[in-house]
């Protein structure tokens, strides 16, 4: 069973332009978790996902930000217009229901030039 | 709200010597308590976790963990430290699996040969 992948691993953007991150969960687990890491801190939780809903955004920046988890593919998360301050490893992971450890994938490191 | 403290931010030890990574969190219930590592470049792997029960834990690679309620304490610790275990840890606390998990600020962890 292959662990949650992310692709791409390493994602660099000019200020403005848009970040798309993929997340595949593990096979069977259908909910969906993304935190942030910048650099020096911790992990922070920023959306929580089921298949085509969203559970609990309370950690998602009102603008540019955005999550979604379709019936069929992987989840996105959706970054416009970015700025330095979005540069950060974005880590997602992945659970076979709600009363489950969370799953981590190897993380995507966006830098914005 | 929850909230985690990992008071040292880096701790140096030799190989062989004993390890003790400190944890506290403030929590209004019952918490779920996990412990993770992040190597350099990689996701975060779970070490071990608490959700009832014994209050003594025993994760991987060694590792285990106690919680103390009256200290709101879950302290990590390894007899003896190898080389490989050169990483950052992180102390997380959630209402239970399926909520989003609040991150320590993470310890970092070197080891002398």
């Known amino acids: 069973n292959a662990g949650v992948m992310q692709n791409p691993r390493h994602l660099v953007r000019r200020r403005g332009q848009e970040a798309r991150l993929r997340c595949s969960p593990m096979?069977?687990?259908?909910?969906v978790y993304w935190y942030r890491q910048l650099p020096e801190e911790g992990l922070k939780f920023m959306v929580y996902?089921?298949?085509?809903?969203?559970?609990?955004e309370s950690g998602m920046p009102k603008e540019r930000f955005s999550a979604e988890f379709p019936k069929e593919g992987p989840s996105i998360l959706r970054i416009q217009q970015v700025v330095r301050g979005d540069s950060a490893a974005y880590f997602c992971?992945?659970?076979?229901?709600?009363?489950?450890?969370?799953?981590f994938g190897p993380g995507t490191r966006l830098t914005v030039t | 709200a929850q909230s985690v403290t990992q008071p040292d931010i880096h701790i140096t030890v030799s190989e062989g010597a004993s390890l003790e990574l400190r944890c506290n969190y403030s929590?209004?219930?019952?918490?779920?308590l996990f412990w993770y590592v992040q190597s350099p470049g990689q996701g975060l792997q779970l070490l071990l976790k608490?959700?009832?029960?014994?209050?003594l834990v025993q994760g991987i690679k060694g590792f285990e963990a106690e919680f103390k309620r009256s200290q709101s304490s879950f302290n990590l610790r390894k007899p003896s430290v190898h080389w490989s275990d050169a990483a950052e840890y992180f102390c997380?606390?959630?209402?239970?699996?399926?909520?989003?998990?609040?991150f320590g600020p993470g310890t970092r962890l070197s080891v002398l040969p």
């Open positions: 992971a992945s659970s076979p229901d709600s009363d489950y450890e969370q799953y």
């Open positions: 096979k069977g687990h259908s909910h």
């Open positions: 996902l089921q298949k085509e809903n969203i559970i609990d």
């Open positions: 929590y209004g219930a019952t918490p779920y």
């Open positions: 608490y959700f009832s029960g014994d209050t």
């Open positions: 997380a606390v959630g209402a239970n699996y399926g909520q989003n998990f609040v």
